[in-house]
């Protein structure tokens, strides 16, 4: 059950819509259901009742207040039911504005002098609870945290009346649309509500973005309005921003400040993460295959720092792992935009899942967050990347430690208490393994196919190797499917000059494989990773180093089939 409290400032015009069913399709037999009059007449029942009557009955003592009244003297809060619960009855719903009401303190049971309100329901799953905010005696309603106090009454309500129980939020959230916000979206023939699209958009233009100007040039390409404001001096203090053909009443464009946006896009939060380590010589070496595309070297660089923030959010403090987290976000914002139309959608389904994710009350150590916001930079800079070869595989690589992340931060939260934000990492973590299942399958088969035409010399010598290393795994790992593949990647790396044996049994060491759908599979990706950013050791001039062995199989890295 989801309650949504805002504040407006017209009542007749909330009224309108409530009844309103000639274009709005969800909308039937819109009628009272409670008020703080029981004999309050009803527009969508009597036929001489009218909306005006019911719109000045409700503003009588906001009117009498005159100039000093609330400018926004409206309090709406609709109240939603879960898809899957059962109907509720009028009943039913009437108790549950008044129980809302007398949590937030709008209208507390037994005050005389309490605000006058009203519920409207016009659709099977929800109410729409509206009050005045000035009471009898004059004054102005103790309603502090009045959105939280609503929430945690909703909470019991679902115990009691036996519906889906949702996850406590702890007022980290992004401030959802209301139901005027999305059915003008409709109106607009917009995907999501302005809102929606411009958190989406702001979240685009942050991702890497290397400081305030890069920001805002990148927010401008987006194509959204922007509108700044200044100090004195000509820097910025905050902004605000809006969807080009979103206008109101007065034709002038809807603005929402970053603030209003998320928590956290507020443009002084923006700037720390900015922030930068004092030390920036120690980053991550990775080895460039020579040929490899643009997409293809940033990926790899992503992989090293989010292999990093993954030890930092299992072993290090909290503030350091909170910032991990944000910038494990911003990596995903960057692959979103970047990645290839077959794993697109369900990349951005990710993004904005883990959104959610990313924010919590601890304070996150923002120069922790450095390399993965480097990584999204170059990411976002090096541009889309292709389905197929160096690219798909890379891209591969990269999601499969992202998974890890991801999952490990559900974890993360978990153990804090954080329910939202863990349920939002495990729907990403789901969007994520679909996205790297499309992406690793090519890879991942051209690899297998190439390791059942090896020599059987070579087959004999790397089974061999498997049985010494792991002897634990070998006749499992020998029956898999993906058998071949591994065989044909220890024969690569034999051929760039590394210890195979050495490489599985690190590989082998790194995670547990027994929960492993293909245990091969995941060898594959864990030694070819390992092959990539440890250097083989030297050899004679008379016998050159071939090349790493990234760049020996530019279309064969394998990733791993695992669910995990």
């Given amino acids: 059950m989801v309650p949504d409290v805002s504040r407006g400032s017209r009542t007749i015009g909330l009224i309108h819509y409530l009844y309103r069913t000639s274009d709005i399709e969800a909308h039937v037999d819109p009628h009272l259901v409670a008020a703080y009059d029981p004999h309050l007449p009803d527009p969508g029942r009597d036929a001489h009742a009218t909306f005006s009557d019911l719109a000045a009955d ?26 899957g619960d059962r109907i509720l009855s009028d009943e039913e719903w009437a108790t549950v504005a008044r129980r809302v009401l007398n949590a937030t303190g709008i209208a507390p049971d037994g005050d005389d002098q309490a605000c006058r309100w009203i519920a409207v329901r016009h659709a099977p799953d929800h109410i729409h609870i509206v009050a005045t905010l000035v009471r009898a005696d004059r004054t102005r309603p103790r309603h502090h945290k009045d959105g939280t106090r609503a929430q945690a009454e909703c909470r019991k309500i679902e115990k009691e009346f036996g519906l889906c129980r949702l996850n406590e939020g702890d007022g980290t959230a992004a401030k959802r649309p209301t139901s005027a916000e999305r059915h003008k979206a409709e109106r607009l023939g917009q995907e999501a509500a302005s809102r929606e699209l411009l958190h989406e958009h702001v979240r685009r233009a ?3 973005a290397a400081d305030e100007t890069e920001f805002f040039d990148r927010l401008a390409a987006e194509g959204v309005r922007i509108k700044k404001r200044t100090a004195p001096s000509g820097d910025a203090l905050g902004y605000k921003v809006a969807m080009v053909g979103d206008r109101n009443e007065t034709q002038e464009p809807i603005w929402f400040a970053g603030s209003t946006l998320a928590p956290d896009l507020s443009l002084p939060r923006i700037r720390k993460r900015f922030t930068t380590p004092t030390d920036t010589t120690a980053q991550p070496t990775v080895l460039d295959p020579s040929g490899a595309s643009a997409p293809a070297r940033a990926r790899y660089v992503a992989v090293q720092a989010a292999d990093s923030a993954l030890a930092s959010m299992t072993s290090a403090d909290d503030t350091t792992a909170a910032a991990q987290l944000i910038g494990v976000g911003e990596v995903l914002d960057a692959l979103a935009q970047t990645s290839p139309p077959s794993s697109r959608a369900e ?8 959104e959610r994710a990313s924010r919590s009350h601890i304070r996150a150590k923002n120069q922790e967050m450095y390399a993965l916001r480097r990584a999204a930079g170059q990411i976002v800079h090096s541009g889309t990347a292709l389905g197929r070869g160096p690219d798909g595989a890379a891209t591969a690589l990269i999601l499969d430690v992202v998974i890890l992340a991801v999952v490990a931060a559900a974890r993360w939260h978990a153990a804090r208490g954080h329910a939202q934000q863990a349920e939002a990492a495990q729907f990403a973590a789901r969007h994520l393994r679909t996205a790297y299942q499309a992406t690793a399958a090519g890879p991942l088969a051209t690899l297998r196919a190439h390791g059942e035409h090896l020599p059987a010399p070579n087959r004999r010598r790397h089974t061999a190797t498997v049985h010494a290393a792991l002897p634990h795994l070998a006749d499992r790992l020998q029956a898999e499917p993906g058998w071949n593949g591994l065989t044909a990647l220890l024969d690569q790396a034999e051929q760039a000059g590394h210890d195979t044996a050495a490489l599985l ?3 082998a060491a790194q995670r ?11 060898l594959v990706w864990r030694r070819h990773h390992l092959g990539y950013v440890t250097a083989p050791p030297r050899r004679p001039k008379s016998n050159p180093t071939p090349a790493p062995v990234a760049a020996a199989i530019p279309q064969q890295e394998a990733a791993r089939s695992r669910q995990r």
Avoid at 59 to 73: C, E, Q, R, S, T
Wanted: glycine content about 4%.
């Fill in 505 to 507: 049994a690190k590989a």
């Fill in 58 to 83: 409700l503003d009588l003592w906001v009117d009498a207040l005159g100039d000093n009244a609330p400018k926004k003297h409206v309090w709406h809060c609709p109240v939603r039911t879960a898809p």
């Fill in 347 to 354: 990349l951005q389904a990710a993004a904005r899942h883990f």
């Fill in 512 to 522: 547990e494989l027994d929960s492993a759908d293909s245990a091969s599979d995941v």
């Fill in 206 to 208: 942050l991702a890497g």
